[in-house]
């Protein structure tokens, strides 16, 4: 079946640093989403990716889809203390199957 | 506030007990889920119910028993459980994917489980 691998599975990071999460999936994406979850929280939608290459931000989050749509990337500029959490993405096959989430990178930021 | 609601948030039971957890979302939505998250391990989807017809079953143990009345209310029955089946259970709901939305998962705040 269909596999999400993310890394790092955990970063430290000083506040003011930059951090970068990878997803990578065993077949071709139809879509990728990523979701944050804060400590003790629950799984919150940030945003979908569905093109080819696409780029979006979202202030000082930036989300990429790779070229060939089995790869993805968020990277933060900057982090602030409340960037800490766990970030998930999660990948369709198809348009509507439904999603298979990574494990996961979590976020430490110190300040 | 999500949207999505559910109870308990805390539950301790033993091993014989029979427990049911309830979800209930206010968002209008027409597909709702079931997931477990443990330490270390990915989410994992439990089951899924899109319009109230349940349309996967991850093969999940049949001590886990879901059952859907409506579009609004999910329930987890629970029933001779494991030790190892101590987790978050998260509900969450969407409208069933289409070319018009992003099918993006609308998260409880989970019901943390602890088998003895």
């Known amino acids: 079946g269909q596999q999400v691998m993310q890394i790092p599975q955990y970063q430290h990071v000083q506040e003011g640093e930059d951090f970068t999460t990878y997803c990578n999936s065993s077949?071709?994406?139809?879509?990728i989403q990523w979701y944050k979850q804060r400590p003790g929280g629950h799984p919150v939608f940030l945003i979908q990716l569905v093109k080819s290459g696409e780029v979006k931000k979202q202030k000082r989050l930036t989300f990429q889809f790779g070229e060939a749509k089995k790869n993805s990337s968020l990277h933060i500029t900057a982090t602030q203390t409340t960037d800490v959490g766990t970030y998930f993405c999660?990948?369709?096959?198809?348009?509507?199957?439904?999603?298979?989430f990574g494990k996961g990178t979590m976020l430490l930021v110190s300040p | 506030e999500t949207g999505v609601t559910q109870t308990p948030r805390h539950l301790v039971m033993g091993m014989t007990n029979k427990k049911s957890l309830k979800c209930e979302q206010h968002?209008?939505?027409?597909?709702m889920y079931w997931y477990k998250q443990s330490a270390k391990k990915p989410l994992e989807l439990m089951f899924v119910y899109s319009l109230e017809e349940r349309v996967e079953n991850n093969s999940v143990p049949s001590r886990f028993s879901p059952e859907c009345p409506n579009s609004s209310h999910l329930f987890l029955h629970l029933h001779t459980l494991q030790p190892e089946d101590s987790a978050l259970y998260l509900c969450?709901?969407?409208?069933?994917?289409?070319?018009?939305?992003?099918?993006?998962?609308?998260f409880g705040e989970g019901s943390r489980l602890t088998v003895l």
């Open positions: 077949t071709t994406l139809s879509n």
């Open positions: 969450a709901s969407s409208q069933v994917p289409t070319s018009a939305n992003t099918g993006e998962l609308f």
């Open positions: 999660a990948g369709r096959s198809s348009g509507y199957s439904t999603l298979t």
């Open positions: 968002l209008g939505h027409n597909a």
